[in-house]
């Protein structure tokens, strides 16, 4: 199984900051490696597939970068409707994995 | 518009059994993966397993393996999970979700809102 560790888990950040939140895999998934978004009480929404490949009506302040094992999702100029978790995911091998997540709370 | 509606879940006693559907609308239901992912309170997500396209690959994570079983009826567009010998464990809500592929393959591009599953004497 492929562990995915993301860090921090916690974040307290000002509007218009950037954030990064880095998740790494315990052996590589190639370009394999998307990220997702929760808000409180609501369904995970897709924000970044293949490392760096923007979903459909993403907001241009999410990017994603990275290869092999290590993985970055950049929030550039935060904005207060961004506080939510933040999920890594893999989809290279089975079992599929989620990282443990990173909270974004907005000061 | 593409949507996941589940249903199905509720208070079990352990070791009972359970079974969650997941109806589909607004898309050829027979042409995707699905998948079940679940998070249990206050945690993180965690994948619970997948089936192809035409329901002929199925993979479990290792918890869930030989008491959980994924099925689908494409002629119903609904997915479901049979979920047998629940534990205290188990307890989460449980979600349903596309790929954008025949299988595994993919981020899980829409969800359902999840059916919560309390697994509890």
């Known amino acids: 199984e492929i562990v995915l560790t993301q860090s921090p888990d916690f974040q307290s950040v000002t509007p218009k900051e950037t954030v990064t939140i880095t998740c790494r895999a315990s052996q590589s998934v190639g370009g394999n490696l998307h990220w997702y978004q929760q808000k409180p009480n609501q369904s995970p929404k897709l924000l970044i597939r293949y490392v760096s490949q923007p979903f459909s009506g993403v907001p241009s302040r999410f990017t994603g970068s990275g290869s092999g094992a290590d993985f970055t999702l950049t929030i550039n100029s935060l904005e207060p409707e961004d506080a939510a978790t933040y999920y890594c995911?893999?989809?290279?091998?089975?079992?599929?994995?989620f990282g443990g997540g990173t909270k974004v709370e907005i000061k | 518009q593409a949507q996941l509606v589940e249903s199905g879940g509720g208070v079990v006693q352990p070791g009972r059994s359970l079974r969650l559907s997941c109806s589909a609308s607004?898309?050829?239901?027979?042409?995707?993966?699905m998948h079940w992912v679940r998070q249990a309170p206050g945690k993180g997500l965690e994948w619970v397993a997948v089936?192809?396209?035409?329901?002929?690959?199925?993979y479990y994570e290792d918890s869930v393996a030989g008491r959980f079983t994924i099925s689908r009826d494409n002629s119903k567009n609904t997915l479901y999970l049979q979920m047998n010998s629940l534990r205290p464990e188990d307890t989460a809500l449980y979600s349903c979700?596309?790929?954008?592929?025949?299988?595994?393959?993919?981020?899980?591009?829409?969800w359902g809102q999840g059916t919560m599953v309390t697994v509890s004497t």
């Open positions: 607004g898309f050829v239901f027979s042409s995707y993966g």
């Open positions: 995911h893999q989809s290279s091998s089975l079992p599929l994995t």
């Open positions: 089936i192809s396209f035409d329901g002929s690959k199925t």
């Open positions: 979700a596309r790929v954008p592929a025949t299988y595994a393959g993919d981020g899980f591009d829409i």
